[in-house]
């Protein structure tokens, strides 16, 4: 990958921040649901999840990547897949999310 690609691999993730999922209220990149970005040729490829296989919220949520990627300048098109290997779990969630949603570390 070439600095180019890193840089708007960066500006995808940040760009993926305002998808918020609407059970938990925090955006999916800090819940851990954004497995993988990479980019190839000015098209982003997505490998996402959700809390559950039957997740209510996950075609809302593949539908907000797909936008919120697109609008990234250098991006031509937007793969999303969604994937539930490996299944999400809490430890997957940043520090400071998980303290917000009452998460204890645990020793």
Not at 7 to 14: K, N, P, S, T
Request: hydrophobic share 45%.
């Amino acid at each position: 990958m070439t600095i180019d690609d890193e840089d708007l691999v960066a500006r995808i993730r940040q760009a993926l921040k305002v998808v918020i999922d609407p059970e938990l209220g925090h955006n999916i990149v800090d819940l851990g649901f954004v497995y993988d970005v990479s980019i190839d040729d000015g098209a982003a490829h997505i490998t996402m999840t959700a809390t559950t296989r039957g997740c209510p919220a996950a075609s809302f949520l593949k539908e907000g990547v797909a936008n919120s990627a697109s609008l990234v300048p250098g991006v031509d098109t937007v793969d999303v897949t969604m994937t539930f290997e490996p299944p999400w779990q809490p430890s997957m969630i940043s520090p400071g999310v998980k303290s917000s949603l009452g998460f204890a570390e645990v020793n």
